[in-house]
């Protein structure tokens, strides 16, 4: 399996427009973020988790040229604005037409047929992204192809909860400020963990990066990867050590080699 970060950055990204701080003003490429997402490749199948509106140059920067499915995490801008870029895969082929598979929650799955209410019209104009939304059941694991993915779900706020997701020996939560010890559970076993680490003081509907590292004591993955971090993290090369071993700051570009332990 392999894991690429895509945007480890906050709803804003960073730099942050009109912001002067020493991170904004880095000229270290790990403190630029586009909006989070990550893409799966497993067992030939290539699977994005959240399309935010950095979609289409994440995309283009990565050199993709097909995907297999999206998983969206829940239904805030900075994970879903980059949809309609789906467009994109859909004609590429042209006039083998390639529909985009959309899987999420009920909530997250509304969100997007009234954000692109032109996209599922009975009578669509022309070019207009192809998709198929999957309405997941948040308690049950669910396939894509031959992959297992199993639903994790977090409190984003008290208004708003986030689903994170488990494939294989790699889970990957964003947008959590909390977590039930049912669904945490899930997380046992595996070896590799990305978590949200909004910043290092505390937030009403992010994780800090104490909170975070309070999971990854519980859990005890072989590596972790901190995402979804705003500037005032600090900068990289300096704030990359205040935090323990195993444990990391992903930055935009990343790629993570994950083993197969059933192998």
Known sequence: ???????????????????????????????????????????????????????????????????????????????????????????????????????????????????????????????????????????????????????IVGHHSSRFRSIGYRIGDMAYITDFSHIEPAEEAKLQGVTILVINALRWKKHDSHFSVDEALEVIERIRPKRSYLTHMSHDIGLYAEAIGRLPEGVTFAYDGLVVEIEDNNK
Not at 29 to 36: A, E, V, Y
Not at 115 to 136: C, M, S, W
């Open 1 to 151: 399996m392999k894991l690429t970060f895509l945007g480890t950055g906050t709803s804003q990204g960073v730099p942050v427009i009109g912001c002067r701080c020493d991170v904004c003003r880095s000229a270290d490429r790990r403190d630029r973020r586009l909006r989070t997402s990550a893409m799966v490749e497993v067992a030939g199948m290539r699977i994005i988790i959240d399309a935010g509106p950095d979609f289409r140059y994440q995309m283009l920067r990565e050199g993709v040229t097909h995907i297999d499915a999206i998983l969206l995490t829940h239904q805030h801008k900075d994970h879903t604005a980059g949809i309609d870029d789906v467009r994109a895969f859909n004609f590429v082929d042209y006039p083998t037409i390639h529909t985009t598979h959309i899987y999420s929650n009920s909530t997250t799955i509304a969100r997007v047929m009234h954000e692109f209410d032109y996209a599922f019209a009975q009578n669509k104009y022309r070019g207009v992204p192809v998709i198929e939304l999957h309405t997941i059941d948040e308690n049950m694991p669910f396939t894509i192809g031959s992959i297992e993915v199993v639903p």
